[in-house]
């Protein structure tokens, strides 16, 4: 399953879930999505920031502190 976040032509934002990218993709080509406030079928994905997980590897140098007070190599805190 993946979410986009979609807006139509009208301007109104909704957030739609879909199978597969190829899901969205068929839905759009037939029209079948439309907006849920106005029933608009000019609709487009909207900007959206990428789901980026912290990573929990140990630092490249092997320092066990930077997570917690900052990089000892670096000088940053």
Known sequence: MIVYSLNCSKGHSFDE????SGDYDEQIKTK???CPT???KKVAK???APNVAKSTAA???GAPTCASTG???SGLK
């Not at 879930?17 to 597969?20: D, P």
């Open 17 to 20: 879930w879909f199978t597969s």
């Open 46 to 48: 909207g900007l959206m």
């Open 71 to 73: 990089c000892p190599m």
């Open 38 to 40: 106005c029933g608009d």
């Open 59 to 61: 630092p490249a140098c």
């Open 32 to 34: 079948s999505l439309a």
